[in-house]
């Protein structure tokens, strides 16, 4: 979690881990440009470190908070093995009672991965990217939080224009 504008004695907010499944389309624009879309649900737990005087218990809590996404990025493949991937998020808050801002908004995505295309039509990706959830958010607030999340996607495709 960050802050365009950083609080002074605001609390800490550092990543646990996070876990995201999704679902994506991918359709080729030519030979080298694809569009890709899709819906992702992503859970969040983090740890809060309270900035408080010393004389009042600081222990760090646990919380989490899950987001909705949806993607529509463009994919730029190069040296038949390679991809890039970027363009915007669609995020939508999916907590009841989230410990951060709300990060329904927009955000940005940006990707590099390795891939293998098999003949059958069956391809598997391993996809490094960093998301920026809530750059430009629904809600205005002060000092509003933002996530920004690394990570690594695994996951296989299918050809449907196999199917014939």
């Known amino acids: 979690m960050f802050r365009f504008n950083e609080l002074e004695s605001a ?15 991918v359709s080729a624009l030519n030979k080298w440009l694809e569009i890709e879309s ?5 859970r969040h737990h983090i740890i809060i470190q309270p900035n408080l005087p010393p004389n009042i218990d600081a222990f760090p809590r646990k919380a989490s908070f899950s987001l909705i996404n949806i993607p529509v990025t463009l994919r730029a493949n190069f040296l038949k093995y390679f991809f890039v991937n970027g363009g915007l998020i669609l995020d939508v808050d999916a907590s009841l009672n989230s410990p951060i801002a709300n990060q329904t908004g927009i955000g940005v995505l940006l990707g590099l991965s390795v891939k293998y295309d098999f003949d059958a039509g069956v391809s598997v990706f391993v996809n490094s990217y960093s998301k920026l959830h809530s750059l430009i958010p629904f809600q205005t607030e002060n000092h509003h939080q933002r996530v920004l999340e690394n990570g690594i996607r695994i996951g296989f495709s299918y050809d449907l224009r196999k199917l014939k």
């Open 11 to 25: 609390a800490i907010y550092n990543s646990d881990y996070f876990r995201t499944f999704g679902l994506s389309y």
């Open 38 to 42: 899709g819906i992702e649900y992503s």
